[in-house]
């Protein structure tokens, strides 16, 4: 540390040492931090736009214009306190610079624009008696106060810990050149000094909302910390300074004046300097729609009222009133469409109105107290939104009724509303405790929100242990299990006050999906979270909307869809760069990431069109990573033309691309059953399908533990969508005949304002649903049923659809004037239902011991069959014996693994079928089927019509044994519903799980000749 004489002589040379090139412009920075600091905190450049409203307004555009054009770009520039315009003007001329700013001076008066005072910056030392005479002509000639800071009055001011750092900022400085830090910087907290030494490094904020968060917190701390008090200028400056940029989108600067007029009113003392920052605020606040946003037009309200109150501003009553009148009717307006979310922030905001001061006679009524200094608040109270006042009686107030009546409606809402924060509501109860305590409705709003209160309290508490669980079991490897808690952990916290732990449980949730070879329902979860983070309003959660929407391109990766892929990948950095502040450099995680994956991408595009090759090439040159990637597919080792049909697939669940050609797949494997959802590769038919698809791999994730008994199959669901009055499962759900495993044709309903009720259309999917999975699993209905109605138990209902319907969460991430890769045109080289995708390790088909078997059971079987075949084929066998061709194919069938209880079964179906003529599609009846039972346990007469050798080929054995695996099941307590069933499939199950093609018992050979 240095005395301040070292430190002020060490900045007065480094002063001479700005370099020439560039220094007006570091000077007039130099000396515009410096008022901030010390003179105005209201000062803006000499160029950019003006936050001030109004003809006030029009009036000092015009004169910093006139400034601009007078005295140069950096040459000065001005500032707003409560008497009037101060208008500064600096130079670095070294040779007569009393007569260079007397010039200066005479530019400025001459404009005819009301200046209250004028402060003069030089780069050179100027003798006193020089300042002096300088100051009096000005008062003589003008009428105008002039205070002139010269190099050494610059030097003394930069020295002092207030002013060190903007030295830090400007000038090259030795690290050891630092002054004696100030009593109370040892009570500033670490994460406050790091972004302060962050800001002084900077110096100019981004248009973004991200740097707005990190300046808010260092504003706030300053405004209401003592021990910050100094820096309150320094913050003030930068947020000034974003909302000068005309870069700055309009929300962006709303919410930048927000927090420059509550700081300024808390932080000094004062509002004038910002009356008409606040007058602009307030006035497009009356064109507001977000709840949140006008919930805080409500506080700045609340202030201005105080200030007008303390005659700390210019603004009048009349204006106050207006605002209030049009606020309530803008939030009237926007209830009557309002969601039943939006409308209990409405309601909340409402009540809120009606609690402001009466105005009586054009004035305040004498309700407020004297604003508490800033040194005594708490720093959250900007949060809840509650500047303390009193009132002596609910007569005081605008309208007590109005709040106790849109607060009583909003507190019989609060079970169907669980975003909404009620310790907020519950705080401001307990503030106007004292006034509204006798209103006959008090005690049924204040049991209402006390019972809403307990049971955010008692669910947060389940959550939190929900979660602690989860861990356990994840890092145990139990990933199942571990989903299931986060389930109850994200509902126990989805709630307004308890939101960020239900995102970041669904952020986990969405990593197990993907984890899980599930990608369609990790991407739902993945947009459910980053749509919930962008519409809050709440700031401490927006960090959570590029990890959300990364996370979705990631699961679109895994689909194969690359198409989505890019496109997400695009949007997510950019709203990582909107939150950061600065765009993401290659070192980042994210950049890394979406590079890696960007660049397999490319690489693959180069076997499709040039068109989609230059598609994603914009993307990546706007990502700033072009170069990087394409230096690295000139020597990659990609799969050649051909390879990429079957590409990773440890990573993938479909091929590369499978969203680009004119049919949109969707593969996945789970439980045996190996799925493609296909449609046409259009906007709306895309979402259902998608919808479908999420819905499908959370539904097998939760039936995962239950024992269906599915039969192994490829499940193929052609989605289409389709307007109509009722839903009916017959038509909006079909089998079709196919050859190749299981094929239905769904028509789901596509979403719109009318037809996005989360209720209805997961009703929808899960009949469809179920119906697929009933007809694909072997348990009886009723057990099958009770599996089902388990998953309910365990919450399925709210697993199937996060926040919103997919096809909303879908849509809030997509432009559909800006598709970079064209769709639906191009197709890829390979057949996007090729390769094989295999199922996590934790989904895969169970095989073992089927639910109903009993080695017990199994032998009681097989030695009931043999009996069974000695009397109802007594006849037949000793027949076949001796035919050699019969012989030969009794060997072959050996050799393949046929036991005698399969030969027998075979020959018996035959013998039945033939004296009863019954056809495959009749044996798939049950009543069929039970009578052919029947038959097949009589004994065989020797009056019965003999069956022809030539009728028991190897073929028509093989059939017959097929036939005989529907009577297999039934022995089994096992149905089978398929219209036309899946042998193969129900072979394979019967195999693995009921030891079909190992189970036999000590018997008596039917054809010992044939060995």
């Known amino acids: 540390m240095a005395n301040p004489a070292e430190v002020a002589t060490q900045v007065r040379f480094a002063l001479t040492q700005l370099p020439s090139h560039n220094a007006h412009h570091t000077f007039e920075g130099i000396c515009r931090h410096l008022t901030r600091q010390f003179i105005c905190s209201n000062v803006l450049p000499a160029t950019g736009p003006v936050s001030a409203g109004g003809d006030q307004g029009r009036d000092f555009e015009t004169f910093r214009s006139y400034l601009a054009r007078e005295l140069g770009p950096h040459g000065g520039f001005l500032g707003l306190v409560s008497e009037g315009t101060v208008a500064f003007v600096c130079t670095i001329q070294t040779d007569d610079v009393a007569a260079k700013i007397a010039q200066d001076i005479a530019k400025v008066v001459a404009s005819g624009h009301p200046v209250h005072e004028i402060k003069a910056f030089s780069l050179t030392s100027v003798p006193v008696a020089a300042r002096h005479k300088l100051e009096a002509d000005t008062r003589e000639r003008h009428g105008i106060e002039l205070d002139f800071f010269d190099a050494e009055a610059i030097s003394e001011l930069l020295a002092t810990p207030e002013g060190f750092g903007i030295a830090e900022q400007f000038l090259a400085l030795p690290a050891e050149v630092r002054p004696t830090q100030h009593p109370d910087e040892e009570d500033l907290p670490d994460w406050y000094l790091e972004r302060r030494s962050k800001w002084r490094e900077k110096r100019t904020p981004d248009p973004t909302l991200g740097d707005l968060i990190d300046l808010k917190a260092g504003l706030r701390h300053a405004t209401f910390g003592s021990e910050a008090k100094s820096d309150l200028p320094f913050w003030l400056g930068l947020v000034g300074e974003m909302l000068a940029n005309p870069d700055s989108p309009d929300d962006l600067q709303q919410r930048a004046r927000y927090e420059l007029v509550v700081a300024t009113l808390r932080g000094t003392g004062d509002l004038r300097a910002v009356d008409d920052v606040a007058r602009t605020y307030l006035d497009n606040s009356l064109l507001e729609d977000a709840p949140a946003r006008l919930e805080d037009a409500v506080t700045l309200l609340t202030y201005a009222i105080a200030a007008v109150d303390r005659g700390l501003t210019a603004i009048e009553p009349a204006e106050l009133w207006r605002w209030r009148t049009e606020l309530k009717e803008r939030v009237e307006h926007l209830m009557a469409n309002a969601t039943p979310s939006r409308r209990a922030s409405l309601l909340f905001a409402l009540g809120r109105l009606g609690l402001l001061p009466r105005l009586k006679d054009g004035n305040i009524a004498g309700a407020l107290t004297a604003s508490p200094s800033a040194g005594d608040v708490k720093e959250d109270e900007l949060v809840s939104g509650s500047p303390q006042w009193r009132v002596k009686s609910a007569d005081d107030l605008v309208d007590a009724e109005l709040t106790m009546s849109a607060w009583i409606d909003l507190a019989k809402e609060l079970d169907e509303t669980p975003l909404f924060p009620v310790e907020p509501l519950s705080r401001f109860l307990e503030l106007i405790s004292p006034v509204l305590v006798d209103h006959e409705g008090w005690r049924t709003l204040v049991d209402l929100v006390d019972e809403a209160v307990a049971r955010v309290s008692g669910s947060s508490a389940v959550a939190a242990r929900a979660g602690r669980r989860a861990m356990k079991l994840l890092d145990a490897g139990r990933q199942l299990d571990g989903l299931a808690e986060l389930h109850e952990a994200k509902i126990s916290w989805w709630s307004g006050d308890t939101l960020r732990g239900s995102l970041e449980a669904m952020l986990t949730i969405a990593r197990i999906y993907r984890d899980l070879r599930l990608p369609l329902a990790a991407k739902a979860h993945a947009l459910a979270v980053a749509m919930v983070a962008v519409t809050s ?189 009722a839903q009916r499962l017959e038509e909006d759900l079909k089998a079709l005949p196919s050859n190749d495993g299981r094929l239905w044709e769904a028509h789901l309903t596509p979403i719109s304002q009318d037809t996005n009720d989360p209720h209805l259309l997961n009703k929808e999917l899960l009949a469809m649903l179920t119906q697929i999975l009933l007809e694909a699993s072997l348990l009886p209905a009723p057990d099958f049923v009770e599996a089902i109605d388990r998953a309910f138990q365990g919450g399925l209902a709210h697993k199937l659809s996060p926040a919103r319907p997919y096809d909303e969460l879908a849509a809030m991430f997509w432009d559909d004037q800006a598709q970079d890769i064209p769709r639906g045109i191009f197709e890829t080289k390979w057949d996007c239902l090729d390769g094989t995708y295999d199922p996590h390790s934790d989904l895969m088909w169970q095989d073992g011991p089927g639910p109903t078997f009993t080695s017990a059971k199994a032998e009681e079987l097989l030695r009931s069959r043999y009996d069974v075949f000695a009397s109802s084929l007594r006849v037949t066998v000793p027949a076949l014996g001796p035919s050699f061709v019969f012989g030969q194919i009794v060997k072959v069938l050996r050799r393949e693994g046929w036991l005698d209880w399969h030969l027998l079964l075979a020959i018996a179906n035959i013998v039945l079928n033939y004296r009863q003529s019954v056809s495959a599609e009749d044996f798939s009846d049950p009543t069929v089927r039970e009578e052919f039972v029947r038959a097949s346990r009589k004994p065989e007469e020797d009056t019965d019509p003999p069956v022809p050798v030539r009728m028991f080929t190897r073929e028509a054995m093989q059939d017959a044994r097929r036939l005989s695996m529907l009577s297999s099941l039934a022995n089994w307590d096992l149905e089978c519903r398929q219209p036309t069933p899946d042998f193969p499939a129900i072979e394979r199950f019967l195999a693995a799980r009921y030891g079909y093609w190992g189970d036999d018992v000590e018997h008596e050979d039917p054809f010992p000749e044939a060995h």
């Not at 706007?622 to 390879?643: C, M, N, Q, V």
Request: glycine content about 8%; some cysteine.
């Open 537 to 725: 309003g709440d700031d401490d959660l927006a960090d959570l909307a590029p990890v959300g929407i990364l996370m979705a391109a990631d699961a679109d990766f895994a689909s194969g869809a690359w198409c989505g892929s890019t496109a997400l990948i695009e949007i997510g950095l950019a709203a990582q760069y909107n939150l950061g502040g600065s765009k993401p450099e290659f070192e980042s995680e994210a950049l890394g990431t979406a590079t890696s994956k960007l660049t397999l991408i490319s690489a693959c595009a180069r076997e499709l069109d040039r068109q989609v090759v230059d598609s994603i090439r914009e993307v990546t040159t706007r990502l700033g990573i072009r170069d990087i990637i394409d230096e690295t597919i000139a020597d990659d080792g990609s799969p050649a033309d051909g390879g990429w049909g079957s590409f990773l697939p440890s990573v993938l669940t479909s091929p590369p691309f499978s969203d680009l050609g004119a049919t949109r797949y969707i593969r996945f494997s789970a439980l045996g059953t190996d799925w493609t959802v296909e449609c046409k590769n259009e906007l709306d038919s895309v979402r259902a399908a998608e919808r479908f698809a999420a819905a499908a791999q959370v539904m097998l994730a939760e039936l995962a533990r239950e024992d269906l008994c599915i039969l192994p199959s490829r499940i193929t669901v052609q989605v289409h969508t389709r307007w109509r009055v």
